[in-house]
């Protein structure tokens, strides 16, 4: 699943047979007695201005996906093209350059901000560590204005994290990570820890953002109607590998890999009369220190053929952008 594929022109980030493994201990001897594999050779293109949604059960190596991408974990292989350059090489310098133009947004807005920080302190501390700003005056405007165009007030900047709703404090992430003015955001489970009613908000606010502010993301979600909502692509992970990835419509209206069909069958539908039959896949998620033989898929798979458990199936081209690695697909 990991050979190269020719980077698209207009693509802002290409991923390239990207691996994290994670090294497993001996609880004695602490020597590395084998390896979690994360992420095992994924490969996408973010068209710049676009949303690419992430989606795929607990486990599957969503985050690690988005951390190790943004040089937050170090790869085990692959390429990261950034602006045309593989930024796996970048030295420290370049990194913290780096720093500017790609940010992340994480799930919890409790505990990524630091209580005893101002609002102003939290959302002005990287444009001070980047030199960005010339003086205290010019650091307040820049986050007052980055703070109302994330629907917070001016006067919040004096405020503390605990003074404010989990919608607001998500707000607060979200212009932390926007007031270096970056190209491309990793939003990482960025509206599951709030309620739905606010999760459309933050939602429609990160989509206005990304008009305004020429901004790329990648959205990790577990919730396909969130990642349906905001997407332009999706890619579905299984087990460290895409299993499948097309077109927000597309994928919604044509899954092929059964994988994406047993989730999609998931998904409530919108009518209460409308009846659809859902798959339910059998047994648990396997584990990705010693990932099945194969297709990954093949131990839980309703349509499993002999061909399955031997061979790893290529992720082809199934369809105008759309790629599936599946054996039912020839
Ligand atoms: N630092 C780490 N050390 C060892 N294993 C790790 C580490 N971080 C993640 N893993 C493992 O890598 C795999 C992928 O984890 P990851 O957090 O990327 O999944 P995810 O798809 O984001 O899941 P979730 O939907 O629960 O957030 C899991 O098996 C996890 O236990
Ligand atoms: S390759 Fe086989 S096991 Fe894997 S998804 Fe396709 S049919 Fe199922
Ligand atoms: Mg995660």
């Not at 997407?231 to 992970?237: A, H, K």
Request: proline fraction near 5%; charged fraction near 25%.
């Amino acid at each position: 699943m990991s050979e190269k594929v020719n980077v698209k022109s207009d693509a802002l980030l290409s991923i390239r047979g990207l691996k994290k493994y994670f090294p497993i201990k001996s609880g004695v001897t602490r020597k590395t007695i084998g390896h979690v594999k994360a992420v095992d050779g994924l490969n996408f293109d973010i068209k710049a201005g676009e949303t690419f949604g992430l989606v795929g059960e607990s486990g599957c190596g969503k985050s690690t996906t988005g951390r190790t991408l943004l040089r937050l974990l170090e790869a085990t292989e692959g390429e990261v093209i950034f602006n045309g350059e593989n930024i796996l090489n970048y030295d420290k310098a370049r990194l913290r350059q780096l720093r500017t133009e790609m940010q992340i947004i994480f799930q919890d807005p409790y505990s990524s901000l630091n209580p005893r920080m101002t609002v102003g302190e939290i959302v002005g501390e990287a444009l001070l560590e980047h030199g960005l700003v010339k003086n205290k005056k010019e650091l307040e405007e820049r986050v007052v204005s980055i703070i109302e165009k994330c629907g917070l007030s001016g006067y919040h900047i004096k405020r503390y994290p605990h003074e404010f709703s989990g919608g607001q404090r998500q707000r607060i992430c979200i212009a932390r990570a926007l007031a270096l003015n970056p190209k491309f955001v990793v939003c990482d489970e960025a509206v599951s820890a709030l309620d739905v009613s606010i999760q459309s908000q933050v939602i429609n606010l990160l989509k206005d953002l990304q008009k305004d502010m020429d901004l790329t993301y990648l959205f990790i979600s577990h919730d396909l109607g969130v990642v349906k909502y905001i997407s332009d692509n999706i890619g579905v992970m299984y087990l460290g590998s895409m299993a499948e990835m097309a077109g927000k419509d597309e994928l919604f209206e044509n899954p092929m890999h059964p994988y994406t069909q047993a989730l999609l069958s998931a998904i409530p539908t919108s009518h209460p009369l409308e009846k659809k039959e859902r798959i339910i896949l059998q047994g648990d998620i396997p584990s990705p220190a010693n990932p099945p033989s194969g297709c990954r898929f093949h131990t839980r798979c309703p349509k499993v053929m002999p061909i399955c458990s031997t061979e790893i199936p290529a992720f082809k081209n199934v369809g105008e952008g759309h790629f599936c690695a599946c054996h039912l697909y020839k």
